[in-house]
Structure formats: C-alpha cells, structure tokens
C-alpha cells in the first residue's frame, strides 16, 4: 500500500451508483444497526462504518464469553484492610491516624483498560452516528449495560491514555475474542479510515477481494429464519464408517424443501444454470429425499421473474426446481424509496416461498 493514507474500494456487482446501497443494504441486515437512511453514504466516512459494524459483531462474540477481567493493582486507604501495607500512602494520608489505612492489593477487576476501550469507542460511535447503537439490537444493548455498569473509573478525557494502554495484544486462553475486538476498537479511535467506495487520490489501492458470496448468503437467512429455515445444517451422505456430509445454505426439515444462494444472475427460463450449480442442489434434494429445491438469486432486470421446472428423477414423481429472483431496485433514487422497494421486494420473496409444496 505504501501509504499512510490508504483508499479501499468496495462494490457490488448489482449497484449501479456509487452509492451502494444493495450493499450497504445486506450489511445492515447481517451486522445490525441502521446508518443507511441517516448517512451521506457517498462520502470517505463509509470506511469507519463498516469499521463500526465489524466492532458491534465483534463486541458481542466477546461478550458471549464472558465481560473480560483482569488480574490489576488496586490501591486503597479504608477501613478494610487486606493485601499488604502500603507505607509511605499511610504515613502521608493517615497521620494522625483516624481509623483508615493505606494499602494494595492484586485482584481481578472488570474495570480494566481493556474494557474502558470498549467503552471510548461506544462512545465515539454514539457521538458520531447517534441512531446507530440505539438500532442495533438488543445484544448490542445489553453488552453496553455491561461495560458501563462494571467501569467506574472510566473518565471520557482519558482515550489518550486508554489507547497507549492497550497497544500489547491480549494473549488470554479463554478471553480470546477480545484480541481482534481490541485491533477494530483501536482502528475505530483512530480514524485510521479510508475511503469506502471511491476516490480521486493518487495513492490507490487495485482493490481487495470482498466475499459477496457469504454476505449474500447471510443475508437472504435473515430473511428464510422466520420462515423455518435453518442454516449450515449437515446431511449425512454415508453410512459408518465414512462421517462425511453435505451442507446446503438453507434446510427446512418439516416441509422438506432445499434452497441454496447464489451470488450471480439468475438462469433464464431459456438456459439451464451452470453445470456445478446443478449437480450440488441435485446432491442435496436426492439426499435429503426432497421434492422442492431452488436457487435464490439477485436481479437488478426488472424483467427477470421466478420460475420452476420439473426434474425428471427417478427418486421423486414430481420434483421441482424453483429459480427463484429478489430484484433490486435501482440505487440511482432516493435512499428512502430504494429502501421501500427492497423492503418490498424481500416480502414477495417470501411470499413465494412460503408458497412453495
């Protein structure tokens, strides 16, 4: 890259405008929180957006294990002595002794520099998109609870220090999670952003392999959840002793149907799809002894429609293949009617597959 100031383009292939908006659409959906309606989604700020989704998705994977603890030293000068004396505090705060004394002792503490980071950059990210914490769901919610409730040393005017603080990695055999959460707080509390979509610098990066395939894919399972679906679920292919098994994108057990998500145009009614996209859902549907299977594609041809066709198999008297389409709406309008129309667009999408038998 050669450059402290570094340019990252990121696009999909079914946006037309630099805005982006299908992308940043599916981001929304996948990571939680809501910026697209309240952002100027052209602009170099998209970088540390999506710096911010990455931290929320990171803050609650760490969270699941556990609010991280630290083993510190702690100095007090009370009443409840325990851990060893501490002098020279003792003779300068105690004399003439009135009942307190002065000493220290290491213990594990929630109130650590760690967590204070984490409580920086909540901060930082509420200063500057104040809707995007309260949108971005309840675990979000309740690990912000947390951290602030359990650091009450925590001062606003020390992110200086709190960042020199935590420069060392974390290397902790169970609090693993907070080591790639502690690398996005400190990219978020610096700034250390590049321009999201486009520039006119002369220090430009070629470009960086974006997986749009598994964006895409977590994507339409926010959307199947509700309907039964679920997700990654393992068929078995042998008998023991081989444990092997295929893993299609979405399974539902009680109606029996296969779907899987592709990241490309859809096959017209005139062509067949490709050849390895047949044989993998023609794996799954034998395997699973299904009747119903389908590929769910992106569209941004207002022409393109779902359609089926039979199989001709000899496991099942009416096997059907679904091509099944969500149109994006154009992404030159408005932000607020592109989100309408996808909005909308992901009910039909449903519709048609709670209508699938």
Not at 126 to 147: C, N, Q, W
Not at 248 to 268: G, M
Request: hydrophobic share 35%; charged share 25%; net charge neutral.
């Amino acid at each position: 890259m050669g450059s402290r100031s570094v340019t990252l383009e990121i696009g999909s292939r079914f946006d037309s405008y630099d805005k982006q908006l299908f992308l940043n659409h599916m981001f929304c959906k996948v990571f939680g929180g809501r910026f697209i309606d309240e952002v100027d989604i052209g602009r170099s700020n998209m970088w540390e957006i999506l710096l911010i989704l990455v931290f929320l998705n990171r803050l609650v994977e760490a969270i699941s294990q556990g609010l991280f603890k630290r083993y510190i030293r702690s100095e007090y000068n009370n009443t409840k002595y325990r851990g060893c004396l501490n002098l020279n505090e003792h003779l300068r705060k105690n004399v003439p002794f009135c009942g307190n004394i002065a000493y220290t002792t290491h213990e594990y503490s929630y109130d650590n520099p760690i967590t204070r980071l984490i409580r920086h950059t909540l901060r930082h990210i509420h200063l500057k998109y104040p809707r995007f914490l309260d949108s971005a769901g309840t675990r979000v919610a309740e690990a912000m609870r947390e951290i602030e409730q359990h650091t009450p040393s925590w001062r606003s005017r020390d992110v200086l220090p709190c960042i020199k603080e935590n420069l060392k990695p974390i290397n902790h055999s169970y609090f693993y999670a907070y080591e790639p959460l502690r690398q996005v707080c400190l990219l978020v509390l610096k700034d250390e952003g590049a321009v999201y979509y486009n520039s006119e610098s002369d220090n430009e990066v070629e470009g960086i392999i974006f997986d749009g395939a598994w964006l895409w894919e977590n994507y339409i399972y926010t959307l199947l959840k509700s309907e039964g679906f679920e997700s990654q679920k393992k068929i078995p292919a042998f008998k023991k002793p081989w444990q092997y098994s295929v893993i299609p994108d979405f399974y539902h057990n009680e109606k029996n149907i296969v779907l899987d998500a592709k990241y490309k145009h859809p096959a017209t009614k005139n062509e067949h799809p490709r050849r390895e996209d047949i044989h993998q859902l023609m794996c799954y549907l034998y395997l699973t002894g299904s009747q119903i299977g389908g590929l769910i594609c992106p569209s941004e041809n207002p022409d393109d429609k779902p359609y089926s066709t039979y199989i001709d198999t000899k496991w099942a008297d009416k096997a059907k293949w679904h091509t099944i389409v969500l149109k994006i709406p154009s992404t030159e309008q408005d932000t607020n009617d592109f989100l309408y129309k996808i909005r909308t667009n992901e009910k039909e999408l449903c519709d048609y597959i709670r209508a699938l038998s």
